[in-house]
């Protein structure tokens, strides 16, 4: 914001500057006092410094119980001078051009840092800052992600701001931050979702510290695990389908479809299933990944108007508060001439009226972006719908097959039916075996274990019926995960 300020001279926290300061901050009567006696009043717990063009921080050592200061809106360059300020609470430098964290070290009871829009590229020098629980340091110049580590010593910290620093767009940013400062509640504006955090404890729980050297690996792009791979995956709701992982998984611990595959016939059967239930799960794989792509570009077109419809508020909003200082210059400069009189009146009132005109500028635009973000949010919600319905109705398979994008059948009622079939023909190979052992017809290395199975039709029936059961369950259960997450997303 100092743009604003190119016409007047750096200033440094002078007596006079701190004055003002007490009497617009303090009730009337101590300002009254402190103007009169020239005095430090101790009582002050609050002072505010905005916009007044500060370079350098000075002569607030005798406000000793201050617990909350404002200094954004400057061109401060270094922090310095705050050493005697131990019960500050809040101090918000934040829009200054500060390169270097220095100068906190006594400040112990601080809770609330901003530091954001400013010059820094290192994260240092916050060790004794054990109270803090809300810092911002967002618009930096921060690049290492690695820095963020030393944070995890801030054992109160639960809301973090990282946002607009080089290092926000490496690729698993976000999960490396969360996974080294697990007490996170909220990053970058974002509530840290509980499902993030059990997932990474789970890791953890099961691997240790090679869980954080995976995701600093990771993070830092030096793995394998690439935007194709898991990460990929589960964003688009199809892990476990691109190969045989559901198929392996349908005969997980079922002894009797391992007993049964030994029939003479059901060998031939396994060799078209598998490959068949495979493509199947394959073509879903590649339809999740790619509407998983579409909800992607879908939000990053949202952002992307989002924050162009903001940078032209602003513009408009610094053209329009750049126009009227220009104005008011010209106008203070004019009534100084003037000195009092019917000239001097005219333009006070030409002030007063600029100001609400200004007023009267600034909510017109207001009103504008909000109206501007209301249809965004609102186009962005129809668009989502869309995508997000067609994708669900499409896996269920409740369109015919021709609204795919797809060339092959992908939907998990289609797995359900090559299930449905096979047991058909599992069926049939196992009454075929059943009339075969009523007739005393079974070959003599037919397995024994086999032999018993078959001396009673309702067991081979009820056997071969329950796996099949199973098998649907475990089918229906991944259609219903793939479909609550995209409902919850």
Same mark, same amino acid.
């Given at each position: 914001m100092s743009q604003f300020f190119n016409n007047v001279e750096p200033n440094i926290i002078d007596d006079e500057m701190l004055q003002k300061a007490i009497e617009e901050k303090c009730p009337e009567d101590l300002g009254d006092v402190a103007r009169e006696e020239s005095i430090n009043v101790k009582v002050v717990t609050e002072l505010q410094f905005s916009f007044k063009n500060i370079l350098q921080i000075a002569n607030l050592w005798p406000l000793e119980n201050l617990t909350k200061l404002q200094l954004d809106n400057n061109v401060i360059e270094k922090i310095e001078g705050l050493e005697s300020l131990v019960h500050l609470v809040w101090l918000d430098l934040s829009f200054n051009n500060i390169e270097v964290i220095e100068g906190l070290d006594t400040l112990v009871k601080l809770q609330d840092l901003s530091l954001y829009n400013n010059r820094i590229s290192k994260i240092e020098h916050m060790d004794t800052l054990q109270e803090l629980q809300i810092f911002s340091i967002g618009k930096n110049n921060l690049t290492i992600l690695e820095d963020v580590i030393c944070l995890r010593r801030l054992k109160s910290l639960r809301t973090l701001n990282l946002s607009g620093n080089p290092f926000c767009s490496e690729e698993h940013y976000r999960l490396f931050v969360v996974a080294h400062l697990p007490s996170l509640v909220y990053l970058d504006f974002k509530l840290v979702r509980n499902s993030t955090v059990r997932f990474l404890h789970s890791l953890i729980g099961k691997s240790g510290n090679s869980i954080l050297q995976s995701l600093c690996f990771v993070a830092l792009g030096a793995g394998s695990l690439q935007k194709s791979?898991?990460?990929?995956?589960?964003a688009a709701f199809v892990e476990y389908l691109n190969g045989p992982f559901l198929f392996d998984s349908l005969y997980e611990e079922d002894r009797e479809a391992a007993q049964l595959a030994a029939l003479p016939g059901v060998g031939d059967l396994l060799q078209a299933y598998p490959s068949w239930f495979v493509s199947v799960c394959g073509n879903l794989y590649n339809y999740g990944v790619e509407e998983y792509e579409k909800r992607e570009a879908e939000v990053s077109?949202?952002?992307?108007?989002?924050?162009?419809?903001?940078?032209?508020?602003?513009?408009?909003?610094?053209?329009i508060i750049s126009d009227f200082e220009s104005r008011n210059q010209r106008r203070l400069d004019?009534?100084?001439?003037?000195?009092?009189?019917?000239?001097?009146?005219?333009?006070?009132a030409q002030g007063k009226e600029d100001i609400h005109q200004l007023w009267d500028a600034l909510m017109t635009?207001?009103?504008?972006?909000?109206?501007d973000l209301e249809e965004l949010l609102q186009d962005f919600k129809r668009s989502i719908d869309v995508i997000a319905s067609t994708f669900t109705e499409n896996i269920q398979g409740i369109y015919p097959f021709h609204t795919f994008s797809l060339t092959m059948?992908?939907?998990?009622?289609?797995?359900?039916?090559?299930?449905?079939?096979?047991?058909?023909? /599992?069926? @049939?190979?196992?009454?075929?075996? *059943? &009339? #075969?052992?009523?007739?005393?017809? /079974?070959? @003599?290395?037919?397995?024994?274990? *086999? &032999? #018993?199975?078959?001396?009673?039709?309702?067991?081979?029936?009820?056997?071969?019926?329950?796996?099949?059961?199973?098998?649907?369950?475990?089918?229906?259960?991944?259609?219903?995960?793939?479909?609550?997450?995209?409902?919850?997303?």
């Open positions: 791979g898991s990460q990929k995956h589960t077109k949202f952002y992307k108007r989002f924050h162009e419809i903001l940078a032209v508020n602003q513009q408009e909003s610094k053209r004019e009534l100084y001439q003037a000195g009092s009189g019917e000239i001097a009146e005219s333009k006070r635009l207001e009103a504008l972006v909000s109206n059948c992908c939907t998990f009622s289609q797995c359900r039916d090559l299930e449905n079939q096979h047991n058909v023909k /599992l069926m @049939e190979i196992a009454m075929v075996t *059943l &009339r #075969k052992a009523e007739l005393y017809e /079974l070959e @003599e290395d037919f397995p024994d274990d *086999l &032999r #018993k199975l078959f001396e009673d039709k309702t067991t081979v029936v009820n056997i071969i019926n329950m796996s099949h059961n199973i098998r649907l369950r475990k089918i229906e259960k991944r259609e219903s995960d793939m479909l609550c997450n995209t409902y919850q997303w």
